[in-house]
């Protein structure tokens, strides 16, 4: 079931970002040292607090009981558009559709709040989730590396 997240559960978030996006640094070599900003090192309660009481993002999660083992969130922007970051999916969950699930209700409550698209980023070297996005309708905007990181950035964007 997909609910609102609520303070008391941004611990839970950070555990399910951090061990969903540390799938992604093991298979393409992304490590603390060579990508310290990346998600699944950067985050943190203060992070995701940050994003719920500073950037007002609406934050959603899938529960399975009362254990939380998907998470999203949208930054809503001033021209229409949105922004989906952190999907993300416990490793021992994924291919059950709960990927889908949220990716969907993202969709629902962007358009609800008028925005009219929304923009993504990945690894751009992750082939697979860039098809896996694609086939929901993504369009692959363009790309760019960053000293910063050990992989180059990936843009896509879906007109909703």
Same mark, same amino acid.
């Given at each position: 079931?997909? !609910?609102?997240?609520?303070?008391?559960?941004?611990? !839970?978030?950070?555990?399910?970002?951090?061990?969903?996006?540390?799938?992604?640094?093991?298979?393409?070599?992304?490590?603390?040292?060579?990508?310290?900003?990346?998600?699944?090192?950067?985050?943190?309660?203060?992070?995701?607090?940050?994003?719920?009481?500073?950037? $007002?993002?609406?934050?959603?999660?899938?529960?399975?009981?009362?254990?939380?083992?998907?998470?999203?969130?949208?930054?809503?922007?001033?021209?229409?558009?949105?922004?989906?970051?952190?999907?993300?999916?416990?490793?021992?969950?994924?291919?059950?559709?709960?990927?889908?699930?949220?990716?969907? $209700?993202?969709?629902?409550?962007?358009?609800?709040?008028?925005?009219?698209?929304?923009?993504?980023?990945?690894?751009?070297?992750?082939?697979?989730?860039?098809?896996?996005?694609?086939?929901?309708?993504?369009?692959?905007?363009?790309?760019?590396?960053?000293?910063?990181?050990?992989?180059?950035?990936?843009?896509?964007?879906?007109?909703?």
């Amino acid at each position: 079931m997909i !609910q609102e997240i609520k303070k008391e559960d941004i611990s !839970q978030c950070v555990e399910v970002i951090r061990k969903s996006f540390a799938t992604v640094a093991n298979e393409f070599g992304i490590t603390e040292e060579n990508g310290a900003r990346f998600t699944a090192f950067a985050t943190d309660e203060g992070r995701i607090e940050w994003h719920m009481f500073g950037e $007002h993002r609406l934050m959603y999660g899938y529960y399975e009981k009362d254990r939380l083992i998907g998470y999203y969130s949208l930054l809503i922007k001033d021209n229409e558009e949105c922004e989906l970051n952190n999907l993300s999916v416990l490793p021992e969950y994924r291919h059950n559709k709960i990927g889908y699930s949220l990716l969907e $209700h993202s969709f629902e409550k962007a358009k609800e709040l008028g925005c009219t698209k929304m923009n993504i980023g990945i690894v751009e070297e992750n082939t697979v989730l860039r098809s896996w996005y694609e086939k929901y309708g993504f369009v692959h905007t363009g790309a760019e590396k960053y000293d910063f990181f050990p992989f180059t950035c990936g843009y896509m964007e879906k007109v909703l």
